[in-house]
């Protein structure tokens, strides 16, 4: 074939075989050096993300949020009722930051300079008082891409374990790699207590799965550009990153913080010092400190003061007493009662139970100090061999009373024991 012959880029007219690459087209050609200019071109005239969004239907963009779409924080709250009992200041605070959180990616660009900052939230109570669940049922409700993280697992880069980026990664795989998405998700980041660093004061060694993970963590919640390895993992100087701006996601973190209440304790004791002491401490709720909680006592606990202010809103779940636990166990869409009820049901079984037992398995959990967790296990304890032999019987109705409970918890505990 001669070069006059050679098909010839429709644009700049070289030659096939002056070029790298020519891509063939219906009625021409183009050569790669006119793709790579192309792009730069619409790069420079509508934007650096003109491509990330290229090719996705139906995804909400930041400009397609309506306030009118996004539910009230009463709302909110409402929702949150139907799913978790009690917890009424924590579902207030909760409502009010996601709200904001949600107005603040609405906001127009050009509005007067005033930039809405981001409101971070962390939940300090006891296991099993509703935190993960909590988040869960708020990120179900709005409908964004939701990932829960265990931050006992993170060690400062470089070290074994995994870097704080690939809580990134699996924000990404829940979004299906939707970057635009997962920048509008919700992370929920539980253990955060774990990562305390082990003294109050900055120590001269390293503590790659403290403060190290908490330094890390800074960048993430305060919001910035992360180079995040596509497949997750560590990263390589080698691999392709996808980039993540974590300024519009928004960070929920949870963690039980035990012992804290001593450091609540603690600086109670020294503002209750002068002439009305006596009456001041006379005041304070000795049995439910927590809902005294300050910053500082995270900052005594081990949480450094840079990662406290990128938390700005501080909020606490109260224990879970009596009264509460029993609600937990009937009242909830999804409670426990009711999920054993509908097991059964498909088996074309009636089941029900008696007010005793389920008094009896409150009372379990409460000796067990699990929480609403307790209850889960202890009512799978008494189930497990009625849902084995029943689907395998010729039975029409099943009810659970407190004898039937208390029998079947006391050969589980013979076992264990």
Same mark, same amino acid.
């Given at each position: 074939?001669?070069?006059?012959?050679?098909?010839?880029?429709?644009?700049?007219?070289?030659?096939?075989?002056?070029?790298?690459?020519? %891509?063939?087209?219906?009625?021409?050609?183009?050569?790669?050096?006119?793709?790579?200019?192309?792009?730069?071109?619409?790069?420079?005239?509508?934007?650096?993300?003109?491509? $990330?969004?290229?090719?996705?239907?139906?995804?909400?963009?930041?400009?397609?949020?309506?306030?009118?779409? +996004?539910?009230?924080?009463?709302?909110?709250?409402?929702?949150? =009722?139907?799913?978790?009992?009690?917890?009424?200041?924590? /579902?207030?605070?909760? !409502? #009010?930051?996601?709200?904001?959180?949600?107005?603040?990616?609405?906001?127009?660009?050009?509005?007067?300079? #005033?930039?809405?900052?981001?409101?971070?939230?962390?939940? #300090?109570?006891?296991?099993?008082?509703? /935190?993960?669940? %909590?988040?869960?049922?708020? !990120?179900?409700?709005?409908?964004?891409?939701?990932?829960? #993280?265990?931050?006992?697992?993170?060690?400062? $880069?470089? @070290?074994?374990?995994?870097?704080?980026?690939? +809580?990134?990664?699996?924000?990404?795989?829940?979004?299906?790699?939707?970057?635009?998405? $997962?920048?509008?998700?919700?992370?929920?980041?539980?253990?955060?207590?774990?990562?305390?660093?082990?003294?109050?004061?900055?120590?001269?060694?390293?503590? *790659?799965?403290?403060?190290?993970?908490?330094?890390? %963590?800074?960048?993430?919640?305060?919001?910035?550009?992360?180079?995040?390895?596509?497949?997750?993992?560590?990263?390589?100087?080698?691999?392709? @990153?996808?980039?993540?701006?974590?300024?519009?996601?928004?960070?929920?973190?949870?963690?039980?913080? =035990?012992?804290?209440?001593?450091?609540?304790?603690?600086?109670?004791?020294?503002? *209750?010092?002068? @002439?009305?002491?006596?009456?001041?401490?006379?005041?304070?709720?000795? /049995?439910?400190?927590?809902?005294?909680?300050?910053?500082?006592?995270?900052?005594?606990?081990?949480?450094?003061?840079?990662?406290?202010?990128?938390?700005?809103?501080?909020?606490?779940?109260?224990?879970?007493?009596?009264?509460? &636990?029993?609600?937990?166990?009937?009242?909830?869409?999804?409670? &426990?009662?009711?999920?054993? +009820?509908?097991?059964?049901?498909?088996?074309?079984?009636?089941?029900?139970?008696?007010?005793?037992?389920?008094?009896?398995?409150?009372?379990?959990?409460?000796?067990?100090?699990?929480?609403?967790?307790?209850?889960?296990?202890?009512?799978?304890?008494?189930?497990?061999?009625?849902?084995?032999?029943?689907?395998?019987?010729?039975?029409?109705?099943?009810?659970?009373?407190?004898? @039937?409970?208390?029998?079947?918890?006391?050969?589980?505990?013979?076992? /264990?024991?």
């Amino acid at each position: 074939m001669t070069g006059k012959n050679k098909n010839r880029c429709s644009f700049c007219g070289r030659r096939e075989d002056e070029v790298a690459l020519m %891509l063939t087209g219906k009625n021409g050609y183009i050569c790669d050096d006119c793709v790579r200019q192309a792009s730069q071109i619409l790069q420079e005239n509508m934007g650096e993300d003109v491509f $990330a969004n290229a090719g996705r239907t139906g995804k909400a963009s930041h400009s397609d949020l309506n306030l009118r779409n +996004i539910p009230k924080p009463r709302e909110i709250k409402a929702y949150l =009722d139907q799913y978790v009992i009690g917890q009424d200041d924590a /579902k207030r605070y909760l !409502a #009010v930051s996601v709200y904001n959180h949600y107005k603040r990616l609405a906001q127009p660009a050009d509005d007067g300079g #005033v930039e809405i900052e981001k409101s971070n939230i962390i939940m #300090v109570g006891p296991t099993g008082t509703g /935190k993960t669940l %909590l988040a869960r049922t708020i !990120a179900k409700m709005l409908k964004v891409p939701f990932t829960i #993280v265990d931050a006992t697992v993170f060690t400062e $880069a470089g @070290y074994v374990g995994e870097d704080v980026e690939s +809580i990134l990664s699996r924000l990404l795989q829940v979004a299906d790699y939707d970057v635009a998405a $997962a920048e509008r998700g919700i992370v929920f980041i539980d253990e955060i207590d774990k990562i305390a660093r082990k003294q109050d004061n900055p120590s001269i060694t390293r503590d *790659v799965s403290g403060e190290g993970v908490q330094q890390g %963590l800074l960048k993430l919640l305060e919001g910035s550009q992360v180079n995040v390895p596509p497949k997750g993992g560590r990263k390589h100087p080698d691999q392709d @990153y996808i980039h993540v701006d974590t300024r519009n996601i928004l960070f929920i973190c949870g963690g039980a913080f =035990d012992g804290i209440e001593r450091k609540i304790a603690q600086r109670l004791n020294t503002h *209750v010092v002068g @002439y009305d002491s006596v009456q001041n401490l006379q005041k304070i709720d000795t /049995k439910d400190l927590m809902q005294y909680i300050q910053p500082q006592d995270l900052k005594s606990f081990g949480l450094i003061p840079e990662i406290i202010g990128r938390l700005p809103v501080l909020t606490y779940l109260n224990p879970l007493d009596r009264e509460t &636990l029993r609600n937990i166990l009937t009242e909830p869409k999804n409670s &426990l009662v009711k999920q054993q +009820i509908k097991l059964f049901a498909m088996d074309g079984i009636t089941l029900s139970f008696e007010d005793e037992a389920l008094d009896y398995i409150v009372d379990k959990a409460i000796e067990y100090k699990l929480g609403a967790r307790g209850l889960r296990s202890i009512m799978e304890a008494i189930m497990i061999e009625a849902q084995y032999n029943a689907p395998s019987e010729d039975l029409k109705t099943l009810t659970i009373t407190r004898q @039937y409970a208390e029998e079947k918890i006391a050969k589980n505990e013979r076992m /264990k024991g």
